[in-house]
């Protein structure tokens, strides 16, 4: 039986990547930074012992950094190495399709960290075709802030609030029983159309619930993600007839193409178990891709060290029952997507290495090298898999 099962640690960075500084972004550590936070505010380590077993700590020890406090004393039992990522970003669509095997070909449209930040044209047509009185927002914010800031006159206007990040995004938050889901993932499709022409990665539905001073962002977020403009992993599996199963916001982010199967859960507990229930009924030659979406939205985004450091433990614990299950044939590779260190300036992604992490009950351990692009990640999933020669990327050296 060979099988692949592709984790992505959303936010995972292990330290500024070489071409960091043109992000602004030298010095941006993810781990290192929440390890070294750990560490001094409570004099013990990160209790990760199932990572630093599959070789984390040498991981990062390979990119010249260490984790303050975390020693494992065994060699490793995984193949470990980085990988820097080649595509001109710092966001989701961009980590994740290289690490599939499609480094981005474009740079992606950004909107300016101006007041008001859209084009007027943009949002004319916008409210016309979406039948709506204006927008609030119109700037560069942080989402749970944004609306607790607006929420109460979006309640009494009727308006949708609209803003961006430093990511390549149009994001639209409205209240799910005083706007409407329905309508709000409606308006979000017609926003996907009109920011075609700029480029925009992802528009973004962004719901809440709950009254003024207790709003509250549910899990019914939905991503409308461009379209990978080429081969990848996913479509490359799902068209040779291969099961493939997209777990958490994959099917988002790869606009639903090749995405097989998606499975929906909240939060990295229900998306880990939802991992494990579809690993023992997984077809020979199958594929699932996991997104664990937690560490980047609820801790990295709003600089939250502590929990971050917390949902590294609960995962680790996590991952220990999944390799459980592993078979012989089995591949299991973690990784992330970029960096979101909770201790660096602003709440937005950092451009950082990320960490390489391969495991199969019958692969050698050992260090599979610092990686020149993240697409090396998927090219080792379709050798594994035994799938056509179709992506970028190096498999060389990653499976022994």
């Known amino acids: 039986m060979t099988r692949a099962i592709l984790l992505v640690m959303d936010s995972v960075g292990i330290g500024s990547?070489?071409?960091?500084?043109?992000?602004?972004?030298?010095?941006?550590?993810?781990?290192?930074?929440?390890?070294?936070?750990?560490?001094?505010?409570?004099?013990?380590?990160?209790?990760?012992?199932?990572?630093?077993?599959?070789?984390?700590?040498?991981?990062?020890?390979?990119?010249?950094r260490t984790l303050p406090g975390l020693v494992h004393r065994a060699p490793p039992s995984g193949?470990?190495?980085?990988?820097?990522?080649?595509?001109?970003?710092?966001?989701?669509?961009?980590?994740?399709w290289e690490i599939a095997g499609l480094p981005v070909p474009f740079a992606w449209g950004y909107f300016p960290e101006v007041e008001p930040c859209f084009p007027d044209a943009l949002i004319g047509e916008f409210c016309r075709r979406a039948d709506l009185p204006g927008i609030l927002g119109n700037c560069h914010a942080s989402g749970t802030q944004i609306i607790e800031r607006l929420?109460?006159?979006?309640?009494?206007?009727?308006?949708?609030?609209?803003?961006?990040?430093?990511?390549?995004?149009?994001?639209?938050?409205?209240?799910?029983?005083?706007?409407?889901?329905?309508?709000?993932?409606?308006?979000?499709a017609i926003a996907?159309?009109?920011?075609?022409p700029l480029m925009i990665g992802r528009v973004i539905a962004r719901p809440f619930t709950g009254a003024p001073g207790s709003f509250v962002r549910t899990a019914n977020r939905r991503d409308y993600s461009v379209p990978p403009p080429g081969p990848n992993l996913l479509s490359l599996a799902s068209g040779e007839g291969r099961e493939v199963i997209s777990v958490g916001k994959i099917g988002d982010i790869f606009a639903h193409v090749g995405c097989g199967r998606e499975v929906k859960a909240s939060g990295n507990a229900e998306l880990m178990k939802a991992t494990r229930e579809a690993l023992p009924d997984l077809a020979d030659g199958g594929l699932i891709f996991t997104n664990l979406i937690d560490f980047d939205t609820l801790y990295g985004h709003r600089r939250d060290p502590e929990g971050y450091a917390q949902a590294l433990e609960s995962f680790d614990r996590e991952l220990a029952a999944l390799i459980a299950l592993l078979k012989a044939g089995d591949l299991l590779i973690v990784t992330a997507d970029h960096g979101c260190d909770p201790t660096w300036p602003g709440t937005d992604h950092t451009r950082e290495l990320v960490p390489v992490l391969a495991y199969a009950p019958d692969l050698k351990p050992g260090f599979l090298g610092a990686r020149e692009s993240f697409a090396d990640i998927g090219a080792a999933c379709a050798t594994h898999l035994g799938l056509p020669p179709h992506l970028a990327g190096d498999a060389s050296g990653m499976l022994m």
């Open 192 to 196: 996907r159309e009109l920011v075609d």
């Open 17 to 64: 990547a070489p071409d960091a500084r043109r992000f602004g972004d030298e010095g941006a550590d993810t781990l290192g930074h929440i390890a070294a936070y750990r560490f001094n505010s409570c004099r013990r380590p990160l209790d990760i012992p199932h990572l630093a077993a599959l070789g984390l700590s040498e991981a990062v020890r390979a990119t010249g």
């Open 151 to 188: 929420g109460a006159e979006h309640l009494a206007s009727g308006k949708p609030i609209c803003y961006t990040s430093a990511d390549s995004v149009f994001q639209i938050a409205a209240h799910e029983g005083h706007f409407g889901l329905e309508r709000l993932y409606a308006i979000c």
């Open 79 to 96: 193949r470990y190495g980085f990988a820097r990522e080649i595509s001109p970003g710092k966001d989701t669509p961009s980590g994740h």
